[in-house]
T-cell receptor, first 113, second 110 residues
């Protein structure tokens, strides 16, 4: 049973470009979470999704950021018109249900030049 | 007040001693609590979960929960250099939103 798969592992973008981060949850998991982590800081909640639904996006910036978890395929975190402050590690986690443990992917390190 | 608070450390403990990590949370309705370990440059990995008041032991690790005081802790007995990492306290708030503290950096000195 493969773990949570994130790609790419590293992503370099220039200011103003778009960044797309992908996350395939563990088999049987229908709950997906995205977190952002800046160096030497904790994990900041961004968004919680179930298949085809955004459950809680209270941690998402109002502009430029969006997330989806379609019926088929991976969850996507999309950042439009990236700025240097978007540089961070973005972690995806999945769980099989409410109040269940979260399992994390290896993360995507986004660097904005 | 932060939702989940931890002392960022660094906390230094000699090898073989007990390391004690503490966490407080603000949402009195929270029912589920977790400790994650994160090595530098790696993703967090779950080491303990606790849901009821009292102690829960798993090997060298003991989690302690006191809901009345809104306090959760992690004890690591017989600390090893491989335990050196950042330890993240996490609390489920509302409808399945897992909120993390800023983490405590632990160093075990040989």
């Amino acid at each position: 049973n493969a773990g949570v798969m994130q790609n790419p592992r590293h992503l370099v973008r220039r200011r103003g470009q778009e960044a797309r981060l992908r996350c395939s949850p563990m088999k049987g998991h229908s709950h997906v979470y995205w977190y952002r982590q800046l160096p030497e800081e904790g994990l900041k909640f961004m968004v919680y999704l179930q298949k085809e639904n955004i459950i809680d996006e209270s941690g998402m910036p109002k502009e430029r950021f969006s997330a989806e978890f379609p019926k088929e395929g991976p969850s996507i975190l999309r950042i439009q018109q990236v700025v240097r402050g978007d540089s961070a590690a973005y972690f995806c986690a999945s769980s099989p249900g409410i109040d269940e443990k979260l399992f994390f992917g290896s993360g995507t390190q986004l660097s904005v030049l | 007040q932060k939702e989940v608070e931890q002392n960022s450390g660094p906390l230094s403990v000699p090898e073989g001693a007990i390391a004690s990590l503490n966490c407080t949370y603000s949402d009195r309705g929270s029912q589920s609590f977790f400790w994650y370990r994160q090595y530098s440059g790696k993703s967090p990995e779950l080491i303990m979960s606790i849901y009821s008041n009292g102690d829960k032991e798993d090997g060298r690790f003991t989690a302690q929960l006191n809901k009345a005081s809104q306090y959760v802790s992690l004890l690591i007995r017989d600390s090893q250099p491989s335990d050196s990492a950042t330890y993240l306290c996490a609390v489920i708030q509302g409808a399945q939103k897992l909120v993390f503290g800023q983490g405590t950096r632990l160093t075990i000195n040989p």
